[in-house]
């Protein structure tokens, strides 16, 4: 199966979103940070996206979806992978993102459990945050390497 990872783009807005309102994600906010989203297309078809939500201090790790009959073959880990390698290519250290039903998942990419309190202020801006995500979801972080 050939999948080509690509930025988003105004037309993929739909099809994500239906992919969110399948799996039961949030939709709030996708359509504001659409153009820090990647999709993975096969055929024409959207089969998965993943995005950020960039601020001063960071950014939110959002809306990783994958088509149902997609699911298990790496799209997840490869969307994951490029946005935080985009992060860390755009100065942006710091990673966090909410989960109700995946926080055994991310651990592999570097993702650690935080206390929500531990959120810099300025997250408390995002939709996810503000009751998209339920205040029962799990904060993680990943904060890059130092380099040199």
Do not use: W
């Amino acid at each position: 199966m050939t999948v080509t990872l690509r930025p988003a783009r105004p037309e993929d807005l739909d099809p994500v979103e239906a992919l969110l309102t399948s799996a039961g994600l949030p939709l709030q906010g996708v359509a504001r940070h659409l153009p820090a989203f990647l999709v993975a297309e096969h055929e024409g078809a959207i089969v998965g996206a993943a995005g950020l939500e960039v601020y001063a201090t960071g950014a939110l790790l959002r809306s990783v979806v994958i088509a149902p009959a997609r699911k298990g073959q790496g799209l997840g880990a490869k969307l994951i992978h490029r946005l935080v390698q985009k992060a860390e290519a755009e100065g942006i250290g710091t990673v966090f993102l909410l989960t109700t039903t995946a926080e055994d998942y991310f651990p592999r990419f570097g993702f650690t459990r935080i206390e929500r309190a531990n959120l810099p202020p300025e997250f408390q801006a995002s939709e996810e945050l503000r009751g998209a995500c339920p205040a029962s979801a799990v904060v993680m972080r990943r904060t890059a390497p130092p380099v040199g």
